[in-house]
């Protein structure tokens, strides 16, 4: 079964989405990129709020592959109690070394490594997460503007992707401006959640308000 992955950037979001009963309550600020980061304050105070009660997955920032600055940034923030911590792995720098350097955390730390579909990601990488201990992958999209992820990557690319991650034991998720009309697309390929962010706030404007009508109507559609 698919679940539903919603992106929050306050307590009131949060707790608005869980009590609509979604799978994972995933913190990031989308004014500040694909993946701005809450401060760490912030999502401490949203970790306490939902108490356990549901997964809470935080991102760290869009920031360029440096080895050191990627892992106490990912440091900090496992350090705010979140279930899980996200790391955009952006065309720049040197991503293997980024993911050597994780692996100092796998062990204490559920890292999920976020590639990017609109930015030719290289899926050789995904045998690497899990030999450094990854709990998961997803694939997004950096540029907002281009559309959903089924309309930058192919589905035949995006199956394959599902494919290898379940092959590595990977968490997998899908994201990137998904709206209601492509859960039925991409449901067939089971992936462990969807992730939603645009399609839940009035408008389709990801960085307004949330809409609890929109909001229902995704968990239902799953």
Do not use: W
């Amino acid at each position: 079964m698919t679940g539903m992955l919603a992106s929050v950037n306050s307590i009131a979001e949060a707790v608005l989405v869980f009590n609509t009963q979604v799978d994972i309550i995933d913190l990031k600020q989308p004014e500040r990129g694909a993946l701005g980061a809450l401060e760490t304050d912030l999502v401490r105070q949203i970790v306490a709020e939902i108490a356990g009660r549901c997964p809470v997955s935080a991102t760290v920032g869009d920031l360029p592959m440096q080895p050191e600055l990627v892992f106490n940034a990912v440091k900090a923030m496992a350090h705010t109690g979140v279930d899980y911590v996200k790391i955009g792995f952006f065309p720049d720098g040197d991503s293997l070394a980024v993911v050597r350097k994780l692996a100092e955390l796998t062990p204490k730390t559920a890292l999920i490594a976020v590639l990017f579909a609109d930015a030719q990601p290289d899926f050789a990488i995904i045998s690497a997460l899990q030999q450094a201990g990854f709990a998961g992958v997803m694939l997004d999209t950096m540029d907002k503007q281009k559309g959903s992820l089924t309309q930058v990557m192919t589905h035949a690319d995006i199956a394959q992707f599902v494919a290898l991650a379940k092959s590595h034991s990977l968490l997998c998720g899908l994201a990137g401006s998904l709206r209601l009309d492509d859960i039925a697309a991409l449901i067939p390929y089971q992936a462990d959640y969807l992730g939603f962010r645009g399609a839940l706030c009035e408008q389709h404007q990801r960085t307004g308000q949330l809409n609890q009508q929109a909001i229902a109507q995704i968990k239902q559609a799953l």
